[in-house]
Protein backbone atom coordinates (compact mmCIF):
# COMPACT_ATOMS: atom_id res chain seq x y z
CA UNK A 1 0.00 0.00 0.00
CA UNK A 2 1.37 3.86 -0.94
CA UNK A 3 1.31 5.98 1.71
CA UNK A 4 -0.85 8.71 0.46
CA UNK A 5 -2.21 11.17 2.65
CA UNK A 6 -3.82 13.68 0.41
CA UNK A 7 -6.02 12.97 -3.09
CA UNK A 8 -6.42 16.21 -5.45
CA UNK A 9 -8.87 15.77 -7.91
CA UNK A 10 -10.04 17.84 -10.75
CA UNK A 11 -13.96 17.65 -11.77
CA UNK A 12 -14.71 17.66 -15.11
CA UNK A 13 -13.72 15.19 -17.36
CA UNK A 14 -11.95 13.41 -13.97
CA UNK A 15 -14.18 13.19 -11.00
CA UNK A 16 -17.63 13.67 -12.75
CA UNK A 17 -19.25 12.18 -15.00
CA UNK A 18 -20.07 13.23 -18.64
CA UNK A 19 -23.38 14.85 -17.46
CA UNK A 20 -21.46 16.47 -14.68
CA UNK A 21 -22.94 13.89 -11.67
CA UNK A 22 -20.56 12.18 -9.29
CA UNK A 23 -20.73 8.17 -9.85
CA UNK A 24 -21.55 6.34 -6.28
CA UNK A 25 -18.38 4.57 -6.90
CA UNK A 26 -16.09 7.81 -7.10
CA UNK A 27 -18.10 8.98 -4.46
CA UNK A 28 -17.93 5.40 -2.31
CA UNK A 29 -14.34 5.48 -3.05
CA UNK A 30 -13.52 9.25 -1.15
CA UNK A 31 -15.73 8.59 1.70
CA UNK A 32 -14.01 5.50 2.52
CA UNK A 33 -10.58 7.30 1.81
CA UNK A 34 -11.50 10.25 3.81
CA UNK A 35 -12.28 7.86 6.67
CA UNK A 36 -9.43 6.47 6.59
CA UNK A 37 -8.15 9.23 7.36
CA UNK A 38 -6.71 10.81 3.65
CA UNK A 39 -7.09 14.62 2.85
CA UNK A 40 -9.94 15.37 0.27
CA UNK A 41 -9.18 18.20 -2.10
CA UNK A 42 -11.51 18.93 -5.49
CA UNK A 43 -9.19 21.06 -7.52
CA UNK A 44 -11.23 22.68 -10.54
CA UNK A 45 -10.58 25.81 -12.75
CA UNK A 46 -14.36 26.92 -11.27
CA UNK A 47 -14.48 28.93 -7.89
CA UNK A 48 -15.46 27.33 -5.01
CA UNK A 49 -19.14 28.90 -5.37
CA UNK A 50 -18.91 27.42 -8.84
CA UNK A 51 -18.50 23.91 -7.87
CA UNK A 52 -21.56 21.67 -7.93
CA UNK A 53 -23.53 21.72 -4.42
CA UNK A 54 -22.94 17.69 -4.56
CA UNK A 55 -18.96 18.12 -4.40
CA UNK A 56 -19.59 21.41 -1.99
CA UNK A 57 -21.90 19.48 0.46
CA UNK A 58 -19.56 16.06 0.63
CA UNK A 59 -19.05 16.32 4.78
CA UNK A 60 -15.47 15.18 4.23
CA UNK A 61 -14.54 17.94 2.15
CA UNK A 62 -12.51 21.10 3.61
CA UNK A 63 -9.82 22.36 1.45
CA UNK A 64 -10.25 23.50 -2.45
CA UNK A 65 -7.64 24.33 -5.05
CA UNK A 66 -9.90 26.49 -7.24
CA UNK A 67 -9.81 28.53 -9.97
CA UNK A 68 -6.85 26.63 -11.44
CA UNK A 69 -4.56 27.51 -8.33
CA UNK A 70 -5.33 30.78 -8.03
CA UNK A 71 -6.82 30.28 -4.65
CA UNK A 72 -7.10 27.63 -2.04
CA UNK A 73 -9.99 27.62 0.04
CA UNK A 74 -10.96 26.11 3.76
CA UNK A 75 -14.60 26.19 3.40
CA UNK A 76 -14.87 24.96 7.16
CA UNK A 77 -13.36 28.87 8.22
CA UNK A 78 -14.41 30.35 4.92
CA UNK A 79 -10.89 31.57 4.10
CA UNK A 80 -8.57 31.57 1.31
CA UNK A 81 -5.26 29.49 2.90
CA UNK A 82 -3.55 30.79 -0.75
CA UNK A 83 -4.40 33.38 -3.43
CA UNK A 84 -2.31 34.84 -6.31
CA UNK A 85 -3.96 37.06 -8.68
CA UNK A 86 -3.82 38.84 -12.44
CA UNK A 87 -3.72 43.07 -11.70
CA UNK A 88 -6.25 44.20 -12.51
CA UNK A 89 -4.10 46.63 -15.03
CA UNK A 90 -2.59 43.59 -16.39
CA UNK A 91 -5.90 41.84 -17.06
CA UNK A 92 -7.40 44.89 -18.77
CA UNK A 93 -4.36 44.60 -21.17
CA UNK A 94 -4.92 41.17 -21.77
CA UNK A 95 -8.37 41.97 -22.85
CA UNK A 96 -7.58 44.55 -25.05
CA UNK A 97 -5.62 42.09 -27.12
CA UNK A 98 -8.75 39.81 -27.09
CA UNK A 99 -10.93 42.70 -28.78
CA UNK A 100 -9.23 42.26 -31.61
CA UNK A 101 -10.26 38.64 -32.17
CA UNK A 102 -13.35 36.61 -32.81
CA UNK A 103 -13.84 35.55 -28.68
CA UNK A 104 -16.00 36.53 -26.04
CA UNK A 105 -14.44 36.29 -22.74
CA UNK A 106 -15.24 36.85 -18.76
CA UNK A 107 -12.77 37.03 -16.29
CA UNK A 108 -13.15 35.50 -12.53
CA UNK A 109 -12.84 37.95 -9.47
CA UNK A 110 -13.94 38.35 -5.80
CA UNK A 111 -14.91 34.53 -6.57
CA UNK A 112 -17.12 34.83 -9.19
CA UNK A 113 -17.78 35.27 -13.03
CA UNK A 114 -18.16 38.69 -14.44
CA UNK A 115 -18.71 38.69 -18.62
CA UNK A 116 -19.20 41.98 -20.69
CA UNK A 117 -23.44 42.42 -21.07
CA UNK A 118 -23.23 41.32 -25.38
CA UNK A 119 -20.56 38.69 -24.83
CA UNK A 120 -22.88 37.39 -22.12
CA UNK A 121 -26.09 37.50 -24.59
CA UNK A 122 -24.18 35.69 -27.63
CA UNK A 123 -22.74 33.16 -25.43
CA UNK A 124 -24.58 30.23 -27.01
CA UNK A 125 -23.06 30.71 -29.78
CA UNK A 126 -19.74 30.01 -28.43
CA UNK A 127 -20.34 27.40 -25.82
CA UNK A 128 -19.38 24.17 -26.13
CA UNK A 129 -22.24 22.38 -25.31
CA UNK A 130 -25.28 23.01 -22.78
CA UNK A 131 -23.11 22.34 -19.51
CA UNK A 132 -20.89 25.00 -20.41
CA UNK A 133 -23.96 27.34 -21.60
CA UNK A 134 -25.45 26.90 -18.42
CA UNK A 135 -22.12 27.59 -16.22
CA UNK A 136 -22.28 30.61 -18.21
CA UNK A 137 -25.72 31.68 -17.68
CA UNK A 138 -25.33 30.61 -14.03
CA UNK A 139 -22.22 31.72 -13.14
CA UNK A 140 -21.42 34.88 -14.59
CA UNK A 141 -22.86 38.19 -13.87
CA UNK A 142 -23.41 40.63 -17.28
CA UNK A 143 -21.64 44.06 -16.91
CA UNK A 144 -21.59 46.55 -19.54
CA UNK A 145 -18.13 46.47 -20.37
CA UNK A 146 -15.93 44.67 -18.44
CA UNK A 147 -12.49 46.60 -18.65
CA UNK A 148 -14.36 49.62 -18.02
CA UNK A 149 -15.56 47.52 -14.41
CA UNK A 150 -12.17 46.09 -13.87
CA UNK A 151 -10.62 50.07 -14.11
CA UNK A 152 -13.22 51.15 -11.59
CA UNK A 153 -12.77 48.42 -8.38
CA UNK A 154 -8.94 48.47 -8.92
CA UNK A 155 -8.65 44.57 -7.81
CA UNK A 156 -6.86 41.56 -8.70
CA UNK A 157 -8.21 38.94 -10.78
CA UNK A 158 -8.40 35.62 -10.22
CA UNK A 159 -8.57 34.35 -13.82
CA UNK A 160 -9.39 35.16 -17.48
CA UNK A 161 -11.43 32.74 -19.87
CA UNK A 162 -11.69 33.15 -23.44
CA UNK A 163 -14.03 31.02 -25.73
CA UNK A 164 -13.63 30.30 -29.14
CA UNK A 165 -15.76 29.37 -31.90
CA UNK A 166 -13.44 28.49 -34.94
CA UNK A 167 -10.89 25.85 -33.06
CA UNK A 168 -7.97 26.25 -35.41
CA UNK A 169 -7.77 30.29 -33.94
CA UNK A 170 -7.80 28.35 -30.57
CA UNK A 171 -5.11 26.58 -31.81
CA UNK A 172 -3.33 29.25 -33.16
CA UNK A 173 -4.22 31.40 -29.93
CA UNK A 174 -2.55 28.53 -27.62
CA UNK A 175 0.51 28.56 -29.22
CA UNK A 176 0.99 32.21 -29.88
CA UNK A 177 -0.45 33.44 -25.70
CA UNK A 178 2.67 31.66 -24.12
CA UNK A 179 4.57 33.95 -26.50
CA UNK A 180 2.68 37.25 -25.99
CA UNK A 181 2.36 37.02 -22.54
CA UNK A 182 5.28 35.09 -20.82
CA UNK A 183 4.50 36.60 -17.49
CA UNK A 184 0.98 34.60 -17.08
CA UNK A 185 -0.11 31.10 -17.62
CA UNK A 186 -1.74 30.18 -20.55
CA UNK A 187 -4.04 27.03 -20.21
CA UNK A 188 -7.02 25.43 -21.00
CA UNK A 189 -9.54 23.40 -19.27
CA UNK A 190 -12.42 22.66 -22.08
CA UNK A 191 -12.00 22.01 -25.66
CA UNK A 192 -13.12 25.74 -26.70
CA UNK A 193 -11.51 27.43 -24.39
CA UNK A 194 -7.89 29.33 -23.23
CA UNK A 195 -7.54 30.81 -19.87
CA UNK A 196 -5.22 32.73 -18.34
CA UNK A 197 -3.96 32.56 -14.55
CA UNK A 198 -0.82 34.50 -12.68
CA UNK A 199 2.40 32.84 -12.50
CA UNK A 200 1.84 31.72 -9.21
CA UNK A 201 -1.79 30.07 -9.65
CA UNK A 202 -1.38 26.76 -10.90
CA UNK A 203 -2.94 23.36 -9.86
CA UNK A 204 0.78 22.35 -9.20
CA UNK A 205 1.83 25.31 -7.16
CA UNK A 206 -1.32 25.46 -5.35
CA UNK A 207 -0.95 21.56 -4.24
CA UNK A 208 2.31 22.28 -2.69
CA UNK A 209 1.23 25.46 -0.70
CA UNK A 210 -1.46 23.14 1.01
CA UNK A 211 0.76 19.98 1.73
CA UNK A 212 3.07 22.17 3.67
CA UNK A 213 0.17 24.20 5.52
CA UNK A 214 -1.13 20.51 5.85
CA UNK A 215 2.29 19.95 6.96
CA UNK A 216 2.00 16.94 4.65
CA UNK A 217 4.58 15.76 2.18
CA UNK A 218 3.93 16.37 -1.36
CA UNK A 219 5.55 13.08 -1.93
CA UNK A 220 2.45 11.65 0.02
CA UNK A 221 -0.39 12.98 -1.95
CA UNK A 222 -2.31 11.56 -5.19
CA UNK A 223 -3.52 13.72 -8.00
CA UNK A 224 -6.18 13.52 -10.68
CA UNK A 225 -6.37 15.16 -13.96
CA UNK A 226 -7.39 14.91 -17.64
CA UNK A 227 -6.24 18.51 -18.98
CA UNK A 228 -4.10 21.24 -19.69
CA UNK A 229 -4.82 22.63 -16.44
CA UNK A 230 -4.13 19.32 -14.50
CA UNK A 231 -0.57 18.84 -15.89
CA UNK A 232 1.49 20.57 -13.13
CA UNK A 233 -0.46 18.78 -10.61
CA UNK A 234 0.29 15.41 -11.79
CA UNK A 235 3.69 16.16 -11.66
CA UNK A 236 3.97 17.72 -8.46
CA UNK A 237 2.14 15.30 -6.99
CA UNK A 238 3.72 12.22 -5.39
CA UNK A 239 1.32 10.10 -7.91
CA UNK A 240 -0.03 11.71 -11.10
CA UNK A 241 -3.18 9.90 -12.25
CA UNK A 242 -4.30 10.53 -15.88
CA UNK A 243 -7.85 9.21 -16.89
CA UNK A 244 -8.06 7.35 -20.30
CA UNK A 245 -10.01 10.52 -21.20
CA UNK A 246 -7.09 13.22 -21.17
CA UNK A 247 -4.80 14.81 -23.71
CA UNK A 248 -2.01 13.07 -24.11
CA UNK A 249 0.59 15.70 -23.42
CA UNK A 250 -1.64 14.81 -19.57
CA UNK A 251 -0.84 11.29 -19.67
CA UNK A 252 2.26 12.30 -20.42
CA UNK A 253 3.24 13.88 -17.60
CA UNK A 254 1.21 11.52 -15.07
CA UNK A 255 2.54 8.12 -13.20
CA UNK A 256 -0.82 6.20 -14.15
CA UNK A 257 -3.25 6.34 -16.66
CA UNK A 258 -6.49 4.83 -14.84
CA UNK A 259 -10.38 4.40 -16.71
CA UNK A 260 -11.85 7.04 -18.09
CA UNK A 261 -14.10 9.14 -15.94
CA UNK A 262 -17.65 7.67 -16.78
CA UNK A 263 -15.82 4.39 -16.02
CA UNK A 264 -15.23 5.54 -12.63
CA UNK A 265 -11.46 5.63 -13.06
CA UNK A 266 -10.63 7.63 -9.67
CA UNK A 267 -12.11 5.08 -7.95
CA UNK A 268 -10.12 1.99 -10.01
CA UNK A 269 -6.93 3.62 -9.65
CA UNK A 270 -7.70 4.08 -5.55
CA UNK A 271 -8.07 1.14 -5.02
CA UNK A 272 -5.14 0.15 -7.08
CA UNK A 273 -2.72 2.73 -5.25
CA UNK A 274 -4.62 2.36 -1.72
CA UNK A 275 -6.26 -1.07 -1.86
CA UNK A 276 -4.13 -3.01 -4.23
CA UNK A 277 -4.59 -6.46 -1.95
CA UNK A 278 -8.11 -6.60 -1.62
CA UNK A 279 -9.96 -8.67 -3.53
Not at 262 to 276: I, N, R, T
Request: charged fraction near 25%; charge should be negative; aromatic fraction near 8%.
Amino acid sequence: MHNIRLIALDLDGTLLDADKRLPEENRAALARAAAEGLVIVPATGRFYRGMPQNIRELPFVRYVISVNGAEVFDAARQETVFASEIPWQQAVSVMETLDGLPVIYDCYQDGWGWMTQAFYDCADRYAANVHSLDMIRNLRTPVPELKACLRERARGVQKIQVFFRDMEKRAEMLKAFPAAFPDLVVTSSIVNNIEFNSPGATKGAALKKLADHLKIPVSETMAFGDDHNDVTMLAAAGIGVAMSNAEETVKRAADFVTDACGDCGVAHAMKHFLWENEP
